[in-house]
């Protein structure tokens, strides 16, 4: 079994979009204007409708379409690239060890990039490092999924140095969680599908308490994920609701707002997760994504581990429950609290961008992926 392939980095292209200049000479404005003008009128348009924008601008533009590209499964004999687009892998024999293992015992290849083990103060590597090798897995035609070693940070840094070109022609499989959100986010702005679960940091704990998570990634991988039920509460809005699933670690939703990976949450079902904040702070995320309005039109919201919350000096006052709710107090779509993915040891599988049934009730919370 191959275990290294070692990415050149002098072959991968380097693409840079050339950025307008735009003169102030009266003359010229006045010449831009006269021609916006006559396009309106020759499209028939009103002055207050847009024009389709026809210039070449980042390929990550808010996906509003429900068709989703949906890689293959894997199969036997697969290839899966491991990488670490943010912070330093830990433990880095172990955790290569027990990927090889786990991998192999499911009957695939698995090949490391480059610079997995490299260490760059805060990152594993430095941002050219990280985006080649993910350049090079995202490229490569062999490799049918790439499993982000762990997060911490450092993808949001480097997400607009990648060209998804190749991935385009060789779709394959992302695997990631936390961080990996800013990933999550540009595929389905792409219009592409991804898996929300483990990293490979997390094969370093305990094996029985990461049973679901392992056995929901290979579930996941191999087309065999189907549904969830899971125990309701008592804080759950009751609803069913059917959209496609979006979403990821909190910071990072909010992190991407305004640029051209923040979501499209229109008829949407948005997952949510959290650790080590205070209520405060996520109050205040949650507040700037309800003002970008991600909560307005979404068709509802599962919310995942909100794990290790810090004390609040004063106190909040409420309970994480009531703090949600009460940002999506204007809202009438179905809440679901509870859902077994974050950050905790049990991190279930979730594909992303698949459209999905939700149905929440008191008792329990089914999740119904359709396809």
Same mark, same amino acid.
């Given at each position: 079994?191959?275990?290294?392939?070692?990415?050149?980095?002098?072959?991968?292209?380097?693409?840079?979009?050339?950025?307008?200049?735009?003169?102030?000479?009266?003359?010229?404005?006045?010449?831009?204007?006269?021609?916006?003008?006559?396009?309106?009128?020759?499209?028939?348009?009103?002055?207050?409708?847009?024009?389709?924008?026809?210039?070449?601008?980042?390929?990550?533009?808010?996906?509003?379409?429900?068709?989703?590209?949906?890689?293959?499964?894997?199969?036997?004999?697969?290839?899966?690239?491991?990488?670490?687009?943010?912070?330093?892998?830990?433990?880095?024999?172990?955790?290569?060890?027990?990927?090889?293992?786990?991998?192999?015992?499911?009957?695939?290849?698995?090949?490391?990039?480059?610079?997995?083990?490299?260490?760059?103060?805060?990152?594993?590597?430095?941002?050219?490092?990280?985006?080649?090798?993910?350049?090079?897995?995202?490229?490569?035609?062999?490799?049918?999924?790439?499993?982000?070693?762990?997060?911490?940070?450092?993808?949001?840094?480097?997400?607009?140095?990648?060209?998804?070109?190749?991935?385009?022609?060789?779709?394959?499989?992302?695997?990631?969680?936390?961080?990996?959100?800013?990933?999550?986010?540009?595929?389905?702005?792409?219009?592409?599908?991804?898996?929300?679960?483990?990293?490979?940091?997390?094969?370093?704990?305990?094996?029985?308490?990461?049973?679901?998570?392992?056995?929901?990634?290979?579930?996941?991988?191999?087309?065999?994920?189907?549904?969830?039920?899971?125990?309701?509460?008592?804080?759950?809005?009751?609803?069913? *609701?059917? %959209?496609?699933?979006? =979403?990821?670690? /909190?910071?990072?939703?909010?992190?991407?707002? &305004?640029?051209?990976? !923040? $979501? +499209?949450?229109?008829?949407?079902?948005?997952?949510?997760?959290?650790?080590?904040?205070?209520?405060?702070?996520?109050?205040?995320?949650?507040?700037?994504?309800?003002?970008?309005?991600?909560?307005?039109?979404?068709?509802?919201?599962?919310?995942?581990?909100?794990?290790?919350?810090?004390?609040?000096?004063?106190?909040?006052?409420?309970?994480?429950?009531?703090?949600?709710?009460?940002?999506?107090?204007?809202?009438?779509?179905?809440? *679901?609290? %509870?859902?077994?993915? =974050?950050?905790? /040891?049990?991190?279930?599988?979730?594909?992303? &961008?698949?459209?999905? !049934? $939700? +149905?929440?009730?008191?008792?329990?919370?089914?999740?119904?992926?359709?396809?």
């Amino acid at each position: 079994m191959s275990t290294k392939i070692h990415n050149n980095t002098s072959n991968l292209k380097q693409n840079f979009r050339e950025i307008p200049t735009f003169t102030k000479k009266p003359f010229k404005m006045m010449l831009n204007t006269l021609m916006w003008c006559l396009l309106i009128l020759a499209q028939g348009l009103e002055p207050n409708k847009t024009l389709m924008n026809t210039s070449n601008t980042s390929s990550f533009s808010p996906n509003t379409s429900l068709e989703m590209t949906r890689p293959s499964y894997l199969k036997i004999g697969d290839t899966v690239a491991v990488v670490a687009p943010a912070g330093i892998l830990k433990q880095d024999a172990k955790v290569i060890q027990n990927t090889k293992t786990l991998l192999k015992s499911w009957g695939l290849e698995v090949v490391f990039g480059k610079h997995l083990e490299t260490k760059s103060n805060h990152f594993a590597g430095t941002d050219a490092q990280r985006s080649s090798d993910l350049q090079w897995a995202l490229d490569h035609p062999n490799i049918k999924a790439i499993w982000c070693a762990r997060g911490g940070y450092g993808t949001l840094r480097i997400i607009d140095h990648l060209d998804f070109e190749g991935f385009k022609t060789y779709p394959k499989w992302v695997v990631g969680y936390s961080d990996v959100t800013v990933l999550h986010n540009a595929l389905n702005n792409l219009g592409y599908e991804s898996l929300h679960a483990m990293m490979c940091i997390n094969l370093t704990e305990d094996t029985s308490a990461i049973k679901q998570s392992i056995e929901t990634l290979k579930a996941a991988l191999f087309g065999q994920l189907n549904s969830y039920e899971i125990e309701g509460g008592s804080a759950n809005r009751l609803g069913t *609701a059917t %959209g496609p699933l979006v =979403g990821g670690n /909190l910071s990072l939703l909010t992190a991407t707002l &305004g640029s051209n990976t !923040q $979501l +499209d949450t229109k008829g949407k079902i948005i997952f949510i997760e959290e650790i080590d904040e205070y209520k405060y702070h996520i109050d205040r995320q949650l507040q700037s994504l309800k003002r970008a309005g991600y909560f307005e039109h979404c068709a509802g919201v599962i919310i995942g581990d909100i794990s290790q919350l810090k004390i609040n000096t004063p106190a909040w006052g409420h309970s994480i429950e009531a703090l949600i709710l009460e940002v999506l107090k204007d809202t009438d779509v179905p809440v *679901a609290f %509870g859902f077994p993915a =974050g950050h905790e /040891l049990e991190n279930r599988a979730l594909y992303f &961008g698949r459209m999905l !049934q $939700l +149905d929440v009730t008191k008792l329990k919370t089914r999740v119904l992926f359709l396809n």
